[in-house]
């Protein structure tokens, strides 16, 4: 069955880097775009990055654009997320979800059970 | 890139129906149809229950609908069970190809 199983998550210092990694199983991983969605303790959830199948485009949320970079190996099925000059409010509970499409849609049909990061001096 | 708008809170008891709503503007939510609904249990991932406005996906209870009218899209969930009391969200695509979700709505089965 579709599976996504995220990993890299952990406590980090403020303005250090973490890399999160998402491996996919089950379905055609290069014939998906794939999205990170994150939720902070007790709070919502807050969409983070998307890219597209063939990873030809990337969009990214105002509050991480030019922090973080979203990348994928189609090869090995594994979605990343490079986070870099992390702060406090970027810990949170942090989901890849596959799309229903090749591109983006906003239908997230498939979600992982997260990887819990925490930003903390 | 504000959060769509959506109630906190509604509330029903077994058997009757409830409707969330969902607000944004022309550059998301009244652009496109590629308005989505998920629903999440207490430490759960999301589960999506509406896809592209008005669509299920396959397992999802018919109780289950969604609509959009101009700027504001709605889900009805009719028929109440215990089972469906959870968080649900909106999503929508938007005119610079990213996404938003709403604020989250909690569904109190009474």
């Known amino acids: 069955q579709v599976q996504l199983v995220e990993s890299g998550g952990g406590l980090v210092q403020p303005g250090r880097s973490l890399r999160l990694s998402c491996a996919a199983s089950g379905f055609t991983f290069s014939s998906y775009g794939m999205h990170w969605v994150r939720q902070a303790p007790g709070k919502g959830l807050e969409w983070v990055a998307v890219?597209?199948?063939?990873?030809?485009?990337?969009y990214y949320a105002d509050s991480v654009k030019g922090r973080f970079t979203i990348s994928r190996d189609n090869s090995e099925n594994t979605l990343y997320l490079q986070m870099n000059s992390l702060r406090a409010e970027d810990t949170a509970l942090y989901y890849c979800a596959k799309d229903r499409q090749l591109v983006t849609t906003a239908g997230l049909d498939c979600w992982g059970q997260g990887t819990l990061v925490t930003v903390s001096s | 890139q504000s959060a769509l708008t959506q109630p906190a809170s509604v509330s029903g008891s077994p058997g009757q129906s409830i409707t969330i709503s969902c607000t944004g503007t022309?550059?998301?939510?009244?652009?496109?149809?590629?308005v989505s609904w998920y629903q999440q249990h207490p430490d759960k991932a999301p589960k999506l229950v509406i896809y592209d406005v008005s669509n299920r996906p396959s397992g999802v209870s018919n109780r289950f609908s969604g609509s959009k009218s101009g700027n504001t899209a709605s889900l009805t969930i009719s028929g109440l069970q215990a089972e469906d009391e959870a968080d649900y969200y909106c999503?929508?695509?938007?005119?610079?190809?990213?996404?938003?979700f709403g604020g989250g709505t909690k569904l109190t089965v009474l």
């Open positions: 890219i597209w199948y063939d990873g030809s485009n990337k």
């Open positions: 022309s550059s998301d939510v009244g652009g496109y149809n590629y």
């Open positions: 999503s929508s695509y938007t005119s610079t190809n990213t996404v938003l």
